[in-house]
């Protein structure tokens, strides 16, 4: 008898407990979903908003794009506000759509601030901080669509800055998709800051008992010839560094268009070595038991 009516306490105890546990779930559950309006409209007004906006971007993206490769000097300036529009327009869409899908009474309000606060904790971080990233990135502009940079272990063209991530382009043609968290983390380098022009550096090695003067006069006279170097407006400078085994020529310069910097490098290295050749201007040569690595010094093996 007492061990029944033990187990009939426990059980209308047990009963107890686990409907009042369930009323207190079923309470706090109506907190959090009351002012909520997850229903089929609003579903289907947040995919065409998302599709709209995507619609939009992508043709103001177009639209600015073609126009900026048509304007010359002012092709950065006006690749920059690609940038800005696409934040201003999903920003505007990202309100549109919490505001159709919440009521932001002050009950409703706190409980989706914890909700929020908890996506954001489990599984949205990374995508929040590639948006700030971005949001840091058109405010503060390290650099800009269209710059050459260096991002970390990777230099080329920006070709995007998107909400989550800055896509570049390298000389051999290789896109790289960059999350914009790493702006916080890696160091960024601009080659021209948001200008069209951009020093660029050429160097030559010529052996140690070769003509410098003489060699140095055709590196001037190849930079002068180019027609991709501003001549007028900045100064050209050519440097020579004794190194093991060579010497150095240096050419500093500047090129009127950024994108240039690769052919007019090559170009002045084409002519400059063609003239060294007539010259008899030799290249280093290296002893056998030579105990660095050419490669370190530029020097050709």
Not at 38 to 56: N, P, Q, R
Not at 100 to 113: E, G, K, T
């Amino acid at each position: 008898m007492v061990q029944e009516s033990v187990q009939g306490a426990l059980q209308n105890v047990t009963s107890e407990a686990v409907s009042g546990a369930v009323s207190m779930v079923s309470k706090d559950t109506g907190v959090v979903m009351e002012g909520i309006r997850l229903t089929f409209e609003t579903v289907a007004y947040a995919i065409l908003l998302v599709i709209g906006a995507w619609i939009l971007v992508w043709a103001l993206t177009k639209v600015l794009t073609f126009l900026s490769e048509q304007v010359g000097e002012k092709r950065i300036m006006i690749k920059m506000i690609i940038p800005l529009i696409k934040l201003l327009i999903w920003i505007v869409v990202i309100f549109l759509i919490i505001t159709s899908i919440v009521d932001f009474s002050s009950v409703n309000l706190l409980a989706f601030s914890g909700l929020l606060g908890a996506a954001l904790g489990f599984g949205l971080k990374d995508v929040v901080g590639d948006f700030v990233g971005g949001i840091a990135i058109i405010i503060e502009q390290p650099f800009k669509v269209g710059d050459k940079i260096y991002f970390g272990d990777t230099y080329g063209e920006v070709k995007d800055i998107g909400i989550r991530a800055t896509r570049i382009i390298t000389p051999d043609d290789t896109e790289y998709s960059i999350p914009n968290y790493k702006v916080f983390t890696d160091s960024v380098g601009s080659s021209n800051s948001g200008k069209m022009e951009m020093m660029i550096v050429v160097d030559l090695y010529v052996h140690p008992g070769a003509d410098t003067e003489k060699g140095v006069d055709i590196v001037r006279e190849a930079i002068i010839s180019s027609p991709s170097v501003i001549v007028k407006k900045h100064l050209s400078t050519v440097l020579v560094t004794d190194m093991p085994y060579a010497r150095r020529i240096r050419a500093k310069m500047y090129v009127l268009d950024l994108r240039d910097e690769f052919e007019c490098g090559f170009d002045i290295t084409r002519r400059t070595w063609t003239a060294f050749n007539k010259a008899g201007i030799r290249l280093p040569v290296l002893p056998a038991d030579c105990a660095f690595d050419p490669r370190d010094y530029g020097v050709p093996s």
